[in-house]
């Protein structure tokens, strides 16, 4: 039974008051129309909600129970209308968010933070996920936000770089160069290298190698693990030395050192998500976004 908000009102007025024309004048309505309003809501329900004399109105049993009922829809409905509002208007809802690793130490917490303080009403569901599979989740609409490797995007996904950082040296904490504070990288062409998997992030791959090359030599390739603190533990239990981006020195792993080098490549994380998603609450976070990595201009 479909039971109208604005005649629940009308006779929950009723009922407070015990008195048609206060309960009009509460309503600023004529009491006929809200005598009307009340013999509709008693047809419409089968039932008399009112014992009414000249002097007096009082309640039925089936009345009683209504006005009991009627409080709790009535809470309920502008509960629903507020959260759908709050919605409507970004302030609440869930918001799935796909990183690599590197994004630990390139501001990534921080940024959540920022977001949870702003939008408290918002729920993250994070998931680690190499570049490629991010790429494809945002494109498929199964991840609302991604935070990548720099890696090639089709047009339906939007990109924006967050942080450029240079790569650097990592080693075991009892290699001969270890505590050396720049080498250069063709010190390390007899060594066994980790590399980032290059079905994770194929252009990872490639840039790393072409350091090496442009350096002088082909390294020797004996580990390619997916996620760069896989690398970094691999370094820490002499299994060999990485190129890893700068910001893996900010995970202070034990049994690790990191040597800056000479070269011009760098290290780009990149943020991602849909051209076709346009709902309130991923603006607001893709703003929040700018705002974190001061990427908002003057006259945005």
């Known amino acids: 039974m479909d039971l109208e908000p604005r005649l629940l009102r009308y006779f929950i007025a009723v009922a407070e008051e015990r008195h048609f024309s206060r309960a009009a004048a509460r309503l600023h309505l004529s009491q006929p129309p809200l005598s009307y309003a009340i013999r509709q809501l008693e047809s419409t329900l089968g039932v008399r909600l ?15 129970v209504l006005y009991r009922e009627a409080q709790a829809l009535l809470r309920q409905s502008e509960a629903i209308g507020t959260l759908v509002q709050r919605v409507n208007a970004g302030l609440r809802g869930r918001l799935r968010i796909g990183f690599v690793g590197s994004m630990l130490y390139r501001g990534m917490p921080d ?34 936000l991604g935070f990548i490797h720099a890696n090639p995007a089709p047009p339906e996904v939007c990109t924006l770089d967050l942080v450029a950082e240079p790569f650097v040296l990592c080693v075991p904490a009892a290699h001969p160069l270890a505590k050396r504070q720049r080498v250069r990288l063709a010190a390390l062409a007899g060594e066994d290298f980790i ?35 896989s690398v970094a533990a691999l370094v820490s239990q002499g299994l060999g ?19 800056a080098f000479d070269h011009e490549a760098r290290s780009v994380s990149r943020a991602i998500w849909s051209a076709q998603a346009a709902s309130p609450l991923l603006q607001r976070a893709v703003e929040l976004m700018r705002r974190h990595y001061g990427l908002v201009t003057a006259g945005d």
């Open 50 to 64: 009112f014992e009414r004399t000249s002097r007096h109105v009082a309640l039925t049993d089936a009345g009683h």
């Open 111 to 144: 940024l959540l933070a920022a977001m949870r303080a702003a939008l408290p009403d918002v729920e993250h569901v994070l998931t680690e996920l190499n570049s490629h599979d991010q790429i494809e989740a945002v494109r498929r609409g199964e991840q609302d």
């Open 195 to 229: 590399f980032f998997a290059r079905a994770a992030s194929p252009s990872y791959y490639e840039t790393v190698l072409s350091l090496c090359v442009t350096a002088g030599f082909h390294p020797a390739v004996r580990h390619e693990v997916r996620h760069w603190l």
């Open 241 to 259: 030395v990485s190129i890893v981006p700068a910001c893996l020195a900010r995970s202070r792993l034990a049994g690790t050192r990191f040597i």
